[in-house]
């Protein structure tokens, strides 16, 4: 019984993270202290994470086991998720654009010790910066509490990873696409349609270039929003729906 409880339990957070107890309680109908006693056993076991202090406490569900399992690729998905700030540190986030420049900055100087190939070097930070700046033109008033990007770069696993907490690519689409009918469409759209999220601007070629790039240079993309996955190599692009849901964007770039 207390297994299936906790089956239960874990399946109503995944689908609603950032859930409060009170809903927990009532969802199940069950007596409170019981509930809180599975909370604790699951976050014991690692199942669940919760931010803040009664009575905003909120819980979480951790990032299922992935094919990556280096363990700051795992802390970046699960502040996608939830925005836990104990899960990534300062000096990765860029709240604003010309932060996030100066660190693209430093980055194309650090892999071109690495790479010994400007002209990659080069399309890799221009990929980077395309994603981040997309991060800071549709998301400016639509955070869902920290601004800004996480920007993290491990030069020696060659992945390079940003973050953020805004609306998604999906309500980017809906503005000016209200047709569109989920995340994966959304994403079909970003990536293969000249289509602007900032209209009437001129814009909305930037993915496109993204693509085009990955494929060309057999670089490996991962981007994630909401409940859906775009991953893209030199064979094309699969998107697909995932297991999590992220609110803003995560992207892994290995090069």
């Not at 700051?72 to 998905?77: A, H, L, R, Y």
């Not at 990007?149 to 805004?166: E, M, N, Q, W, Y």
């Not at 670089?219 to 697909?240: D, P, V």
Request: charged share 25%; with cysteine.
């Amino acid at each position: 019984m207390k297994t299936d409880t906790q089956q239960k339990m874990y399946y109503y957070i995944s689908k609603n993270q950032g859930i409060r107890a009170k809903n927990i309680i009532t969802y199940l109908s069950l007596n409170p202290t019981g509930i809180f006693k599975h909370l604790k056993i699951m976050q014991d076991r690692q199942k669940i994470y919760k931010i803040g202090k009664p009575p905003k406490v909120r819980y979480y569900t951790y990032v299922p086991t992935m094919e990556n399992k280096y363990q700051p690729t795992i802390d970046m998905m699960n502040w996608a998720v939830s925005g836990d700030t104990s899960l990534t540190s300062p000096e990765l986030l860029c709240q604003t654009r010309d932060v996030f420049q100066a660190r693209l900055n430093r980055l194309l100087s650090d892999l071109a010790k690495e790479l010994k190939n400007d002209n990659l070097v080069y399309l890799i930070v221009a990929i980077a910066g395309e994603i981040g700046n997309n991060s800071f033109d549709h998301n400016m008033g639509h955070w869902q509490d920290t601004p800004g990007v996480v920007l993290r770069v491990d030069v020696k696993t060659r992945c390079i990873i940003l973050a953020d907490r805004g609306q998604g690519v999906f309500a980017t689409i809906k503005k000016v696409r209200p047709s569109v009918e989920n995340d994966a469409a959304a994403l079909k759209i970003a990536f293969t349609e000249i289509l602007s999220g900032r209209a009437p601007e001129k814009r909305g070629n930037g993915l496109k270039f993204v693509k085009k790039i990955i494929e060309e240079k057999g670089l490996h993309l991962k981007f994630y929003t909401g409940e859906s996955l775009a991953e893209i190599t030199n064979t094309g692009m699969t998107i697909q729906k995932t297991d999590i849901r992220i609110p803003g964007t995560l992207v892994c770039l290995q090069f």
